[in-house]
Every structure is written in C-alpha cells, then in structure tokens.
C-alpha cells in the first residue's frame, strides 16, 4: 500500500495579480512573497526579515496590505493583489513615487515598496495626516537609511497632491 502525502502536493491557485489574472500550481509551503518574485517576476516584493517584521515584503491583498513573507499562495488563492509594480502608469509615477523621489525619501530603496504601499493605505484612510499619524502609519516598516525625516516630508507633499486632485 502506497501512502500519499497530500500536503506537499502542488495546489492550484488563481489570483488577481496587478490587474492581470494568474493561475498556477504551487506548493502549500510557498510563501507569497516567493510566488510573486518567482512565478510572476515581480522583483518590486522585496523580503527582508521573512518574519514578517520589517515590511519591505509588503503587498495589498484585497485592498489591505499584508506581509507577503508571512502569506502562504495558498491563502491567496481568489485574491486581488497589488504590489509596488502596480503604482506607476507606465513611465509616469504615481503622485506617491513622485513625491518620494522630490523629497529623497529613498536612499538604498530596498523599504521603498513596502513603505509606498502602506503609505498609499494610510492616505486612502486619512487623507490629511499630522506627522505624528504619518510616523505611526509607516512604524511597521523599518528603513536602516533615511532616519524617516524625508518619508514623513514626502508623505506630507504626496497627500496635499492628492487632496488637490494629484491622479492615483
């Protein structure tokens, strides 16, 4: 008698990935963040800490982010998801990507996607921060080279864009 371990077997899964529709066979294991980096070449998903602490993995699943080193495919699977990719329109920049470029908001980048994508859900629920509610939005997602001053500034300028009409 031949036992058959069913909780490695590949899984079919089909999501919504940057408004195109993905279908593909992964195993249960396979993190999120690997699915979108390997099987759909989204190098913008960056992984860090992979526990989930850092934030530079970080992605929207159905219009809320969440830490993609931390999501299984698995549990993805019929999502809508968005990863940084997804922000500009073709060569032009997001009012967000502008503003953190204007400000220097980046320096290494390896934070930026994580960062622009949770900067993007605290704006779309608080559209006129004060710095203090700009610190706490982004406290989840760790930058070793800004010292945060240039995120908080371009997060200011990016939602004052935005409340003016700035396209998104």
């Keep these: 008698m031949t036992v058959t371990d069913h909780s490695t077997a590949p899984t079919t ?7 195109r529709r993905v279908d593909a066979h992964v195993e249960p294991r396979r993190t999120l963040s690997d699915f ?4 759909c070449a989204l190098a913008g998903v960056h992984v860090g800490c992979e526990h989930g602490v850092c934030g530079a993995c970080t992605v929207t699943l159905d219009g809320r982010t969440a830490r993609s080193c931390c999501t299984l495919a698995v549990q993805a699977d019929g999502a809508e998801i968005e990863t940084v990719e997804s922000l500009a329109n ?9 503003a953190f470029r204007r400000h220097h908001g980046l320096q290494c980048g390896f934070c930026t996607p994580g960062m622009l994508l ?35 500034d371009a997060v200011r300028d990016a939602a004052a864009v935005l409340r003016a009409g700035g396209s998104r």
């Design 36 to 39: 979108l980096r390997r099987d």
């Design 90 to 98: 073709g060569p032009e920049l997001d009012p967000l990507q502008e």
């Design 118 to 152: 949770t900067v993007r859900e605290l704006l779309a629920a608080n559209p006129d921060p004060t710095d203090e509610e700009i610190r706490a939005g982004i406290s989840g997602n760790l930058c070793r080279c800004t010292g945060y001053q240039f995120i908080v």
């Design 13 to 19: 899964v089909t999501m919504t990935v940057n408004g």
